[in-house]
């Protein structure tokens, strides 16, 4: 079961120091603010684990008059979704984009013309808004994470390319992550294909290479899981988020993007077709995508600004893939993952 944590912020209507504390039953917004702009009083918000930080919401609430309740959900492997979403007007996932609805109307479309910020998305990022099924508020990139003074023969190089790991001289030294779509990805990418493949035979292709590659590695590690270089890892497979916190405790690590290209993921936000207050979370979407809130937003997460805007990001754009929903190849996905996990 999905551990929940319920924080309840009534912004706008009690002081800073009730700031994450658990309130329930209480009255707030300023009505008048939020009659002006055409805006309901209340707001539900069910997000994952990080993605807003309470003194953003309150702002928000504080400025619009809505009163805004977050709900905090931990993703599963293989589940963006958590269950029970009913009574809320927004969800946030950190997976792909979807390309359908997914479940009975489990999202809604937005209208753009109230959320007129996504103009101000990079072009990598409109491109997969299409519907405003779901629209990106951070990201993040995989690429290649390593010690340069361990690596042997030439100590200081940088390890380019996901042929890396196919390399005997580290054999027993390397990590990929514990990732379908990472590591899947990777070995897509090696062959010049896209990551985000759907045919049986290039997937199929995919999961060999990846075999190929698993005698040489000394096992698979978790996104986020620290250190990322452990004990006598030299290589490994890292998310650039969890690279960069790293780097900054350790000098010794450097991270970059292969040669062949990465995954980008991005964290997005939806409107549930249930959603009772519609308005109130169009202007929650568009308020996030101003480019200070944005920019903050990044900042408390590890990731990066999904707005043009944005200073540049120190990742390649050009190089990286946005992983998207595999739609009913997830099936296939998940059951040649398994194959190469117990390999």
């Given at each position: 079961m999905q551990r929940r944590e319920v924080l309840r912020l009534a912004a706008g209507a009690v002081g800073a120091g009730s700031l994450g504390r658990f309130i329930a039953g209480c009255t707030g917004?300023?009505?008048?603010?939020?009659?002006?702009?055409?805006?309901?009083?209340?707001?539900?918000?069910?997000?994952?684990?990080?993605?807003?930080?309470?003194?953003?919401?309150?702002?928000?609430?504080?400025?619009?008059?809505?009163?805004?309740?977050?709900?905090?959900?931990?993703?599963?492997?293989?589940?963006?979704?958590?269950?029970?979403?009913?009574?809320?007007?927004?969800?946030?996932?950190?997976?792909?984009?979807?390309?359908?609805?997914?479940?009975?109307?489990?999202?809604?479309?937005?209208?753009?013309?109230?959320?007129?910020?996504?103009?101000?998305?990079?072009?990598?990022?409109?491109?997969?808004?299409?519907?405003?099924?779901?629209?990106?508020?951070?990201?993040?990139?995989?690429?290649?994470?390593?010690?340069?003074?361990?690596?042997?023969?030439?100590?200081?190089?940088?390890?380019?390319?996901?042929?890396v790991f196919f390399e005997p001289a580290l054999s027993g030294r390397m990590t990929l992550l514990d990732s379908a779509r990472d590591v899947l990805g990777a070995m897509l990418l090696l062959r010049g294909r896209s990551l985000n493949a759907t045919e049986a035979s290039v997937l199929r292709q995919a999961r060999d290479d990846a075999l190929a590659c698993r005698p040489f590695l000394d096992g698979f590690r978790p996104a986020g899981r620290a250190p990322i270089l452990a004990e006598e890892t030299v290589v490994c497979q890292a998310r650039s988020g969890e690279a960069m916190r790293a780097m900054r405790g350790d000098a010794g690590i450097s991270f970059g993007i292969p040669r062949e290209g990465g995954p980008l993921f991005a964290e997005h936000i939806a409107l549930a077709a249930s959603a009772a207050h519609p308005r109130?979370?169009?202007?929650?979407?568009?308020?996030?995508?101003?480019?200070?809130?944005?920019a903050g937003i990044a900042a408390a997460s590890g990731r990066y600004s999904p707005l043009a805007a944005a200073s540049a990001p120190p990742l390649p754009l050009d190089r990286l893939e946005p992983v998207l929903d595999p739609g009913d190849a997830s099936t296939l996905y998940d059951g040649l993952w398994m194959e190469i996990q117990s390999a």
């Open positions: 917004g300023d009505g008048a603010r939020s009659a002006a702009a055409g805006l309901e009083r209340e707001l539900h918000v069910l997000a994952h684990a990080g993605a807003f930080e309470p003194a953003m919401l309150e702002r928000f609430g504080t400025e619009m008059g809505v009163r805004v309740t977050l709900e905090q959900y931990e993703p599963r492997a293989g589940a963006p979704f958590p269950g029970g979403d009913a009574g809320f007007d927004l969800l946030t996932f950190p997976g792909p984009a979807p390309r359908s609805l997914p479940g009975a109307g489990r999202l809604a479309p937005m209208d753009p013309a109230r959320v007129p910020a996504i103009e101000r998305l990079l072009p990598v990022f409109r491109a997969t808004t299409t519907e405003i099924l779901a629209v990106p508020f951070a990201w993040e990139a995989t690429g290649i994470a390593w010690r340069p003074s361990a690596l042997p023969e030439q100590p200081g190089a940088a390890p380019d390319t996901w042929c109130a979370a169009h202007a929650f979407v568009d308020y996030i995508l101003r480019p200070e809130i944005s």
